[in-house]
């Protein structure tokens, strides 16, 4: 392939990649619970100053202590929220491009490393992942570890290459900080690499001292937090180590997405096979491609009509409507809002919405008693006259009101005294 037809083919890749990612757009954007909560927690910094970030609601410990997420990724927000004036879609839609921008760099950091040929085919396999165009349709804070297990490849490289450089360690140490900080399992990933560091480096106490230092400042507003609160998270956190690997009184949950940042070499060994089959016979490299494409669009998590997120019937756009809807109705101060499709039945994407597009604060999570009307999002099939949730059965006796319903197979309720 001469040069000309490598520049058109990999612009060929990053077309089909932003039409797989972009196409209809709107109706396929995930703006679930964690999305709700990411942003309304960015968004709680303007109003009050936060170290902290996301609570971690899936690792607890057996004293009901729970670990929070790393703070720089709500500060990293927070431009956008400003820019795009707490809007979803516009938020979201720079997600997409990130997902793209992560799919550069790994082409550009597997052309330098491996040659052209190997970047390529790790640039198509990236490119048809149901996984990463799953994840480019949502803002989320796992979002970025592919990046960061991309950039800890390229720094890594850098010290093989020259095994007295020192400035590359303390960059992998901010990588580990700041991964640790959007996930925990990304520690051992970094203990990995540590432990690498000290075989290649010839300079191991610098190494050591630059890696713990950059480690510092990629978690550092953790860092300060935990000096200022008698070590609160590392003390969670080894408590939550002793309650899943010692006394088994917690299950620890692990799904694919909390390794993340390992997907990009999930796409260079694929990348690795294919260019072996290359080699052997020019037409074998289709086999794995093709079977690929066909695993990875087909999957449930890929979808060009529909949010392969978001329950059947429910957009961006509806709950959109929904929230203008409460808006127009002109709930007293006293309000709550709940919806009822999912786990998250205290409603944080509404939230969301009410309170940044509209300047409606509903009362706090634990408050669904003590409130004049409660707004309710539910499916049709559901029984308002007989809920099975706290959230409603808190409120009873109630009447209900129906409201406009912004799409079919939903209904919204205003639940009054």
Known sequence: MNKYSYIAFVICLFTIGAFLRLYHFPDRLTFGPEQGMSLSTAADNLNKFSLLGETNFQRATSQNHIPFHGAYYSYLLIPLLLLFNFRVLPITFIFALFNLFTGLILFQVTRKLFGKTIALFSLVYFTFSAVMI????????????PLLGILTLWFLSRVIANRKRVLPSFWLGVIAGFGFGLQMLFLPFSFAVFLLLLIFSKKKLLTVIAFVAGGLVGDLPMVIFDLRHDFYHLGTLWQYFLDVYVTHSVSGFTDYYHFLHLFPYLFLALAFITTLLYKI???????????????NLSSSMFSLVRSTGMPPGITLATLEIAARTIALDNPPAKFNIATLWDFDTVARPMRYLLQYNHKLVP??????AAIDVLYVFAPDSYDVKDPKVWELRTFLPYKIKPLNSPTDGYRLYKLTK
Not at 281 to 295: D, G, N
Request: hydrophobic share 60%; proline share 9%; glycine share 0%.
């Open 363 to 368: 009362q706090d999570f634990a408050n669904y």
């Open 281 to 295: 016979y020019k037409p074998l490299a289709i086999i794995p491609i093709l079977i690929f494409i066909q695993i």
């Open 134 to 145: 799953h994840h480019s349709l949502f803002a989320w804070i796992l979002n970025p570890l």
